[in-house]
């Protein structure tokens, strides 16, 4: 079966533009995360989804990121009016199910966001 | 708020040596899981080997294995006979039941032939 897949794998764009990376988790995960990675870190976490909804957004930087995930599968993370500091690699795991138990994350292989 | 820490950002091995990776953590749970995960260049994150607080006996993986201790809050990697393949960034992660990870900063690992 396939993974986790995330588009673009790669996405250079211009200071104060918008983009959107998408993330395709494996099929029958009800639980998604999106993570940021930046250069010789570990991933931080930034968001995720049980369902189609947010159930913690606490990790999301600031208003110009925004996550929606509308029929539960597919998941989209929207950055608006880039900035140089969110270059990094965005990394999308998603997980059977969350809760009291602990389920796999598996990941995605991320997308490098070049902000020029 | 849970921290992880990894004190060692690089970390050298001979093919079909033994090399143990560090890792503290702080944590107020009692209940929690904890991780090791290989990120080598392609970026995909592979699960190496977990290891569940409530149990006292120590995780084993073929060539992987790990010292748990609780009071301490240590948990480090030890490779045996170690592989070319080997080769990667390797991240210690908490995680307490539904919430996200916590990963540290990682360590990178070569080995020399």
């Known amino acids: 079966g396939a993974g986790v897949s995330q588009t673009p794998s790669n996405k250079v764009t211009e200071k104060g533009k918008y983009v959107e990376l998408r993330c395709d988790p494996i099929?029958?995960?009800?639980?998604l995360y999106w993570y940021r990675q930046s250069l010789g870190q570990g991933p931080e976490f930034l968001i995720y989804?049980?369902?189609?909804?947010?159930?913690?957004d606490s990790g999301l930087p600031n208003d110009r990121f925004f996550a929606v995930r509308p029929e539960g599968s597919v998941s989209t993370l929207k950055i608006q009016r880039t900035e140089r500091g969110d270059s990094a690699v965005y990394l999308c795991?998603?997980?059977?199910?969350?809760?009291?138990?602990?389920?796999?994350?598996?990941f995605g292989p991320g997308t490098r966001l070049t902000v020029l | 708020a849970q921290t992880v820490t990894q004190s060692q950002p690089e970390m050298s091995v001979q093919e079909a040596e033994t090399v143990t990776l560090s890792c503290t953590y702080d944590?107020?749970?009692?209940?929690?899981?904890l991780f090791w995960y290989k990120q080598p260049p392609s970026r995909q994150m592979i699960l190496v080997i977990r290891?569940?607080?409530?149990?006292?006996q120590n995780a084993t993986e073929n060539r992987f294995s790990v010292n748990f201790q609780k009071a301490a809050k240590s948990f480090s990697l030890k490779i045996s006979d170690s592989q070319l393949g080997d080769a990667a960034m390797y991240f210690c992660?908490?995680?307490?039941?539904?919430?996200?990870?916590?990963f540290g900063p990682g360590t990178r690992l070569s080995v020399l032939p």
């Open positions: 944590t107020s749970e009692s209940d929690y899981y």
């Open positions: 795991a998603s997980s059977y199910q969350t809760g009291s138990s602990y389920n796999e994350q598996f």
């Open positions: 989804f049980q369902g189609t909804g947010a159930a913690d």
């Open positions: 099929s029958g995960h009800t639980a």
């Open positions: 290891q569940e607080a409530y149990k006292q």
């Open positions: 992660a908490y995680k307490w039941y539904g919430q996200n990870f916590v």
